[in-house]
């Protein structure tokens, strides 16, 4: 730091908002600094230099599971550490789709993701108290519709308003010195949805369970409301969480996530996968509470953690919600080369 000033001598306070503002790159992760050592000032002669250091140091308060305090209401955050996992399924998956293709994913760095799927009041809090364009709260005759409860998730929205969501939830918290302006609320990438749906387990259920059946399963029972049980949207919570504490992964709305569609993701290995373009589609996961439709009755099929559909970008529907995530501004994404599709069958 170099003074050029034509008094003889300069005062050279190290002010520690301008430290702390600054961003330290840790093995690929953005890290927020911690000052640990910081001379309250310095007297420097004019042309001189002064140097000080910052220590990014690691801290469990820097990766742990938080809350969000709403303007109404609160939002529960967990941490995911950066990890590789296996993303699709085996060929001889109960209830496997061709479009799931197995190939190991790289995450390299961690993010937040919502304990829940984002409900009615928790949109409601961020949003002004309004619902989104085409949500309607009562039928022609004045009656709630069945989808309608604060603690049920949001739906009817389209995947920009999600992200209008997103954004106004980062700038209110920011507004708010609740974050840091290096980090944002968005969706989820594909991956780390999968990544987080998963909690470590390779089977077609995040409990560690196999299907027994494509239809009616025991099995997904315990985990999610779809087709085989209730076939209407409940709150959130209700039925088992994963093993890192995620609720609803699995059946009740189903999740849109950041990607836009892509046909097939390959066998490569793949490294911080995002998919930014290519049809007007996006990428959904999870299934949801009425996952017989179009799909011939099949409802456990659909609630695996490999599932994934596409889904219109501009369009809304009575079954799809969403979940948001917490990554850093510069978070890196790759854009894939063309995935390394499996050789056709003869």
Same mark, same amino acid.
């Given at each position: ?25 840790? =093995?690929? +992760?953005?890290?927020a600094? /911690?000052i640990? *050592?910081? $001379? ?7 042309? #001189? ?14 990766r742990?599971?938080f ?35 197995l ?16 409900t ?20 022609? =005759?004045? +009656?709630?519709?069945?989808? /309608?409860?604060? *603690?049920? $998730? ?7 308003? #999600? ?39 390779q ?7 196999e ?42 709305a189903?999740?849109m996530?950041l ?16 998919y930014?373009?290519?049809q007007?589609?996006?990428?959904c996961r ?19 953690s490999?599932?994934r ?12 919600g969403?979940r ?10 790759r ?11 003869e």
């Amino acid at each position: 730091m170099k003074f050029n000033k034509t008094k003889k001598m300069v005062i050279a306070s190290v002010v520690m908002s301008l430290v702390a503002a600054a961003t330290v790159m840790a =093995d690929d +992760e953005v890290v927020a600094p /911690v000052i640990v *050592d910081q $001379p309250k000032s310095v007297n420097v002669k004019a042309g #001189a230099r002064v140097t000080f250091s910052v220590n990014a140091v690691e801290t469990t308060d820097s990766r742990e599971d938080f809350t969000v305090n709403l303007l109404s209401g609160t939002l529960d955050m967990i941490y995911c550490a950066p990890g590789s996992f296996m993303m699709g399924s085996p060929e001889d998956e109960l209830g496997r789709f061709d479009q799931e293709d197995l190939h190991k994913v790289t995450l390299t760095q961690g993010f937040w993701l919502g304990k829940y799927e984002v409900t009615q009041a928790q949109y409601k809090a961020v949003m002004g108290g309004e619902y989104p364009k085409n949500f309607k709260v009562t039928d022609g =005759d004045g +009656e709630p519709y069945p989808y /309608v409860g604060e *603690d049920k $998730p949001i739906v009817y929205i389209t995947w920009r308003e #999600a992200q209008d969501f997103c954004a106004k939830l980062t700038e209110q918290q920011q507004a708010a010195g609740a974050l840091s302006k290096f980090y944002k609320y968005t969706l989820p990438t594909e991956a780390q949805w999968e990544y987080a749906c998963r909690a470590g387990t390779q089977t077609p259920l995040y409990s560690g369970a196999e299907l027994t059946s494509t239809g009616t399963c025991p099995n997904v029972d315990a985990l999610a409301w779809y087709g085989g049980n209730e076939r209407f949207l409940h709150p959130v919570g209700l039925k088992e969480a994963n093993c890192w504490g995620f609720y609803d992964m699995l059946g009740n709305a189903e999740e849109m996530c950041l990607d836009y569609w892509i046909d097939h993701l390959g066998i490569g290995a793949a490294t911080d996968p995002y998919y930014v373009a290519g049809q007007n589609n996006i990428a959904c996961r999870g299934g949801c509470f009425d996952s017989w439709k179009g799909y011939s009755y099949e409802y456990a099929r659909t609630c695996r953690s490999a599932f994934r559909r596409s889904g219109s970008s501009t369009e809304n529907y009575g079954n799809t919600g969403f979940r948001v995530a917490l990554v850093p501004n510069e978070y890196k994404v790759r854009k894939p080369t063309v995935p390394v599709l499996p050789e056709p069958e003869e």
